[in-house]
């Protein structure tokens, strides 16, 4: 999310920071600076990655291994997109790490048999001078050759145990080396788009990229983006909300008109839907992972709806809920990996979590008044939700403020969420 439009409405948002989000399947959260990036993973709040850039991140977006990374530069002309450094040529270096420990191997093999060899030629001199010595000299001859063979035998162990301590050293250094190259290594650049209009949003599933613009909805695949634009529609869209779906279904779903929802098949370019939702301007989208159901908010924000992109009727709406009856600014919307739950964050430094059960009905449509769970956000700010990956009954918000917090869904209560971590993300 580009937290750029919301800087006039709160002074408590950091100055340094310009956009914040998750990847799709929430495993990742990023931070986009005026001069770099940070990339967290969501289920051990480390940070992986912390890089400088020329230029400020205006837009930010990655892919479910957080290898390739989609940023928008400071004109919002154009997307850099780069895939991280020690994520490249990972098969190429094992392959030349295990060809370097071969030849170590050879080598060692090698030295091994000239050793061998040498005692043998040293072996066969001591049997030739001991025939030739004297029977006298015999026993004092024996006496020496044990001795000479025992330093021998001490000098050999003590090589060898030389060769293996400056082998662990040369490793542990290598090691340290490789290390320090992969830190200071600067991304892959795989190409820059180029467009004639301001950028408005991107989103992305493993297959398709979706640049939105003032006046079109830009189509790129992944295996060819250097080839450009595939596909484009003329959609006049001037906040650009949209959401894709991470199925293999790939549904695009837009705005255009005041409230009109459209659902886009990418593969095959057909029109799935197309609804009114609400009467005002759509503010927020999102859809299930498995691509059966989208959540919708207006500007107003009091109500969120829920359709079944499934069902064949003309208004598919399979759930309504109401947020509250005061106007609200709504910034995250998301499913649970199950679609079992939805969860929203607001401008009133609150997070609703609703559960999709049918409770009650009326006109066909399944209401339920308020929320089931409820999360008080640390301050006021732009922020957004998240499921956690790892714990069902985790979720995690994004502030603006430069903090990522825990919050525990008690799913048999319900009730207020209660936080149990919170680490701030900028330093």
């Known amino acids: 999310m580009n937290i750029e439009p919301f800087r006039k409405k709160s002074k408590k948002i950091n100055e340094k920071i310009s956009c914040i989000g998750f990847n799709q399947d929430y495993s990742f959260a990023h931070v ?42 400071e004109n919002g002309l154009n997307l850099n997109i780069i895939r991280r450094s020690n994520q490249k040529n990972k098969e190429e270096e094992e392959e030349q790490e295990q060809k370097e420990e071969q030849e170590q191997e050879e080598e060692k093999e090698k030295v091994q048999e000239q050793e061998k060899e040498q005692e043998q030629v040293k072996e066969v ?14 026993e004092k001859e024996e006496q020496k050759e044990q001795k000479e063979v ?39 650049l795989i190409c820059k788009l180029e467009f004639e209009e301001p ?14 613009t003032e006046t079109k909805i830009c189509i790129y695949l992944f295996e060819n983006l250097t080839k450009g634009c595939f596909r484009t529609y003329d959609v006049k869209s001037p906040n650009g909300v949209m959401a894709l779906s991470s199925s293999e279904r790939s549904f695009l779903a837009f705005s255009e008109k005041n409230g009109e929802i459209t659902v886009r098949s990418l593969d095959d370019d057909q029109v799935i839907k197309n609804f009114t939702a609400h009467h005002s301007p759509i503010s927020q989208i999102t859809i299930s992972q498995n691509g059966s159901l989208l959540a919708t908010v207006s500007v107003v924000g009091k109500n969120v709806k829920v359709f079944d992109l499934d069902n064949e009727k003309e208004q598919p709406i399979l759930f309504e809920f109401v947020r509250g009856k005061s106007q609200a600014t709504s910034y995250g919307l998301c499913f649970s990996h199950d679609g079992a739950y939805l969860a929203l964050t607001s401008d009133r430094g609150t997070g ?3 559960c999709l059960q049918k409770t009650s009905r009326f006109s066909g449509v399944f209401l339920s008044v308020g929320s089931f769970a409820k999360i008080k956000l640390l301050k006021k700010v732009p ?3 998240a499921f956690s990956s790892q714990n069902p009954d985790q979720i995690l ?14 799913f048999k209560k319900g009730g207020d969420c209660k936080n149990i971590k919170t680490i701030e993300l900028f330093h």
């Open 383 to 385: 922020a957004i939700c």
């Open 32 to 73: 986009g600076y005026k001069n770099g990036y940070q990339l967290i993973k969501t289920s051990t709040l480390e940070t992986i990655e912390t890089k400088e850039t020329d230029y400020s991140i205006e837009m930010f977006s990655t892919l479910y291994s957080s290898s390739l990374i989609i940023l928008r530069s």
């Open 150 to 188: 025992k330093e021998v035998k001490e000098e050999k162990e003590q090589k060898e145990q030389k060769e293996q301590k400056e082998q662990k050293e040369q490793k542990e250094q290598k090691e340290e080396q490789q290390k320090e190259e992969a830190e200071e290594k600067v991304d892959d």
């Open 125 to 138: 001199k001591e049997k030739k001078e001991k025939k030739e010595e004297k029977e006298e000299k015999e």
């Open 397 to 410: 918000v994004l502030s603006s403020t430069g903090t990522l917090s825990i919050y525990k869904i008690d």
């Open 199 to 212: 950028i408005i949003n991107i989103t992305q599933n493993c297959k398709y990229l979706v640049v939105s």
């Open 352 to 354: 609703h979590i609703f």
